[in-house]
C-alpha cells in the first residue's frame, strides 16, 4: 500500500462559489431523505449497481493507506437464511438475558425484536469485515493503523452511494458477530463490524416517526 512517490492532484477542478453552495445544499437535500428501513422487497438489484457502490466506500481515506476493510456481497438465499438463522439465535438470548430495561425502552419507538426477516427479504447483504492487522504473501503480520476508525469512514461512504443510487439499506449490528466468519470464511485477522443490508424498500415500507437533532446541537463554529 505504502508508495513513498508523489503526483500532482488530479482531476480537481476548482469550482465556481456558487456552483459550490448549490452542490452542497443539493447533496444535503438528497441525503436528508434517507431513511433506514427494515421493510424491503425481493426485487434484484440492477447488475454493476452494488460493485459502484463498493469502489465508492473503497475511495475513503485509511489509516497509513492501509485500505482495512473488506465487503462481502451475500446474494445466495440458502447464505442469507443461515445469516438470519445465526443472527436471530443470538438476538434472542440478547433479549431475553442481556438488554437492560433501559435500553429496551430506548428501543421500543424503532420496533426491534429478535426478529430479523429483512435479512431474507433484501436481495444483498453486505458483509462489512475490518482487517485488524494485513498478512504479507508469506504469512507475516502487517501492523495497520486506526483501522475502525477508517473502516467507519469508508462505511459512511458505501451508505451515501447506496442511498445516492436510488436504493434502500438498514445497518444491523447483531449483539455477537462472530457467526459471520464461520458463515462467510472470513480469516482471522478479520472481524465483522456490521451488515449492511440493502434492496428495494417494501412497498408497504413504513419508518419510525423520528426527528435528527438540529444544527446547533451537532456543529459548533469557533
Known amino acids: 500500500m505504502a508508495n513513498s512517490e508523489s503526483i500532482p492532484l488530479p482531476d480537481y477542478v476548482r469550482p465556481s462559489e456558487e456552483e459550490m453552495k448549490n452542490r452542497a445544499a443539493a447533496f444535503y437535500t438528497e441525503m436528508q431523505k434517507r431513511r433506514s428501513v427494515r421493510l424491503f422487497s425481493d426485487r434484484p438489484i440492477p447488475q454493476g449497481v452494488i460493485q459502484d457502490c463498493l469502489r465508492t466506500a473503497g475511495t475513503a481515506p485509511s489509516g497509513a493507506n492501509m485500505q482495512p476493510w473488506h465487503f462481502v456481497v451475500v446474494e445466495n438465499p440458502a447464505i442469507k437464511r443461515e445469516i438470519r438463522q445465526a443472527a436471530e439465535h443470538v438476538e434472542r438470548k440478547f433479549y431475553s438475558r442481556h438488554a437492560t430495561e433501559e435500553l429496551l425502552n430506548v428501543l421500543a419507538p424503532l420496533g426491534t425484536d429478535a426478529s430479523k426477516p429483512f435479512l431474507e427479504t433484501s436481495p444483498c447483504l453486505i458483509a462489512v469485515f475490518v482487517q485488524r492487522y494485513g498478512l504479507t504473501a508469506e504469512g507475516e503480520k502487517v501492523r495497520h493503523y486506526y483501522p475502525i476508525e477508517s473502516v467507519a469512514i469508508a462505511t459512511g461512504l458505501l451508505i451515501?452511494?447506496?442511498?445516492?443510487?436510488?436504493?434502500?439499506?438498514?445497518?444491523?449490528?447483531?449483539?455477537?458477530?462472530?457467526?459471520?466468519?464461520?458463515?462467510?470464511?472470513?480469516?482471522?485477522?478479520?472481524?465483522?463490524?456490521?451488515?449492511?443490508?440493502?434492496?428495494?424498500?417494501?412497498?408497504?415500507?413504513?419508518?419510525?416517526?423520528?426527528?435528527?437533532?438540529?444544527?446547533?446541537?451537532?456543529?459548533?463554529f469557533l
Open 160 to 220: 451515501a452511494a447506496v442511498h445516492h443510487a436510488g436504493l434502500a439499506a438498514l445497518p444491523y449490528t447483531p449483539n455477537q458477530m462472530g457467526f459471520l466468519n464461520k458463515i462467510l470464511k472470513r480469516p482471522e485477522n478479520e472481524r465483522p463490524m456490521l451488515i449492511l443490508v440493502v434492496g428495494y424498500p417494501a412497498e408497504d415500507a413504513t419508518v419510525p416517526n423520528i426527528h435528527r437533532k438540529p444544527f446547533h446541537e451537532i456543529a459548533t
